[in-house]
Every structure is written in C-alpha cells, then in structure tokens.
C-alpha cells in the first residue's frame, strides 16, 4: 500500500504525509479514535458505497458485449409493442408523492435537555418534522424523548400526539424519506454497525403528527428497530404508559407498504395481545430454573414481540419459502429470527 510520488503530500493533515504507508496513521486512527463521531463515520460510509458503486459500473463495462446490431425493419411494419415484465420498478419510480401530500407547514421547535458542548438542545428538526437525520441517541435520551415529549402535555402519554407504530420495514421506498440516513436506527448502540434497519424486519415509527396528516407519511422523527426497544428498555413497560400501536392504516396513496399486517393480517393480533398483557420486567414470573422473578432473565428474547412477530411470520408464510432457504444455506430469518445479537 505504499504511495506513488504523484499521490504524495495530498493530506489536509501535513503529519500523514511523512508515513512511508498509509496503513500506519489508519491503524492509529482507528485504535485511538473508535468509536467515530456520527459525522466522520457517515462520511466513510458514503464514500464505501460511491466506491462499491464504481467497481459495479466498471465490472459491468468490463464483462459486457456489444450486441450485435438488429437488421433494419421496414417503416411500414414497426408496430408499438407493449413491454412485457415486472412493472414495479416503473411504478415506485413514476411515483410522485406530491400528489397525495402536502408539505409540512413549519419545521418543529427544538425541546429537551441542552448538550453542554454545543449549548443547543438535544432534539432538533429538519424542515420535513424530522429529527436531525445524522443524529443518533443514548438509551438515556431516548428515554428523554419517549417520556418527555411535548406533545404528551396535551392528553397524556398514553393518548399522546407522538405515537410509537409497530411497523414492518418496507421494500424499495428509498426514495420515499426525506434523507438517505432516514430510516436508520436512531439507538447510538444499535447491534448493526451502520444502524440499518432492513426490509422484513420489524420497527417502532416515532411519529408526531395528527390523526388527520397531510403529509408524506414516509416523513416521520425517526426510527428505531422493535428489538432495540426491546433491547434497551422495559418495553412491556412501555406498551402500557405510552401510545404504542400496530401499524393498520390505510394512505391516501392506497396500500400502507410499512403496515404489520402487510403480509398476514394476524399481525396486528399480535401486537395488540403483547400491548395488553405481556408483564412488565419487574413482575416477570420465571419459568425455567434459573430464571429469577422481577427480573429480565439473560436469554429473554423468547419473551419479546419481535420474537412473537418473527414466529407468526414463518408460521404463515408459503411453505416453498423455507425450501428456498435451506437450499441457500445462508443465515436467513429462519435462524437469527430477527435477533440481530
């Protein structure tokens, strides 16, 4: 990895030009610095994925033929001919939300405690009514936010505005969030690495609009993954002090491609029986030995409602599903059963 002269002394910082192999400030860089702060970590991922995207371009001139060209048609017998295959592609790219919603009329004031480095609060808004998108939390300020929010001062916590929707991560909306790191996990200690919440899996929506929204519903305060939650807080606890619901609504786009009942209907079933009687952690009864009551017991991923929403998801799916999987070979959700640890 050493460098070529016409490469050298390109460094904003002038000690890292004297290493003879950028390897060495790297390995300091990483030992010293980990983890990055959200702004430096961002910025290597983007450019990881502009580099991924390149050596995909440049494999596909490499690896393709010109074809050979088609022998010239007659004017008289071109006819249009209607394209056959898969029109979904077209269909989220021809989609135009504008149609449907309305912007937000005013960004939201910032609230809560105030970060003594910056002298700013922490919670803060972009024009979409989303918190700041290369902002992530502590379990402490997510607490803050869930317990403190503005909008429970009007009919308490568990009627309140900022509802928490119990949702499934939708296929090929992209385009739908107001940014690129939108729909990341917002806990600061999210098991994934880059806080990627994937498509099937199951998420709490931070929502603090009205029943009556008029805008894209793509545009929330952020997201979290329901086994975070899970994770990190009393969530049964939770279910019972604040207004948490399964996703069921209808858009006036037509289909909610994020509703838990977008692939069985029985979802929402689910959720609602763990919202009503699943016991918070300090009345948990024990049912194996070593298991201990009032106290969240150290396997307790079987008691959670990402556990119950991942069982009745492979209970309900098409059997030739699972064949496809065990001919993969490949840790599929059949084997992590949505347990990112």
Same mark, same amino acid.
């Given at each position: ?80 001919? /209607? ?5 979904? !592609? #077209?269909?989220? *790219?021809?989609?135009?939300?504008? $149609? &449907? ?82 729909? /990341? ?5 999210? !098991? #994934?690495?880059? *806080?990627?919440?994937?498509?099937? $899996? &199951? ?139």
């Amino acid at each position: 990895l050493g460098l070529d002269p016409a490469q050298e002394r390109q460094y904003l910082n002038a000690i890292l030009n004297h290493f003879s192999s950028p390897v060495t400030p790297l390995r300091v860089i990483d030992r010293v610095n980990f983890p990055f702060e959200q702004q430096l970590q961002s910025a290597l991922e983007e450019e990881l994925q502009r580099e991924k995207q390149q050596e995909f371009v440049a494999a596909l001139q490499n690896n393709m033929a010109s074809p050979a060209p088609a022998p010239p048609l007659s004017p008289r017998r071109i006819a249009r001919v /209607k394209k056959a295959g898969n029109k979904r !592609p #077209d269909n989220i *790219r021809n989609f135009n939300p504008a $149609e &449907f919603y309305e912007p937000l009329q005013c960004r939201p004031a910032s609230w809560g405690s105030i970060n003594p480095d910056t002298g700013d609060q922490l919670f803060q808004y972009t024009e979409h009514g989303e918190l700041n998108p290369l902002h992530s939390f502590t379990v402490g300020q997510i607490v803050e936010y869930i317990g403190k929010h503005p909008l429970h001062n009007h009919r308490g916590p568990k009627n309140s505005g900022l509802k928490l929707w119990v949702q499934t991560v939708p296929a090929d909306s992209g385009r739908r969030y107001p940014d690129k790191f939108s729909d /990341k996990c917002r806990f600061t200690d999210c !098991p #994934d690495h880059f *806080r990627t919440i994937r498509k099937g $899996e &199951f998420r709490i929506c931070f929502e603090e609009h009205s029943t009556k929204r008029k805008t894209d519903p793509f545009h929330n305060a952020g997201y979290v993954h329901l086994y975070c939650i899970e994770k990190f807080l009393d969530f049964p606890q939770l279910c019972k002090e604040f207004n948490v619901l399964p996703d069921t609504r209808v858009f006036r786009e037509g289909k909610n491609r994020m509703a838990i009942t977008r692939d069985h209907e029985s979802m929402a079933g689910i959720v609602r029986d763990f919202i009503g009687y699943s016991k918070p952690w300090q009345q948990f009864t024990p049912t194996r030995p070593e298991e201990v009551y009032g106290q969240r017991p150290a396997e307790y991923y079987q008691y959670t409602l990402s556990s119950a929403l991942t069982h009745e998801h492979l209970e309900k799916q098409p059997k030739h599903l699972q064949k496809i999987r065990e001919m993969r070979e490949g840790n599929s959700i059949d084997i992590h059963k949505n347990n990112l640890d």
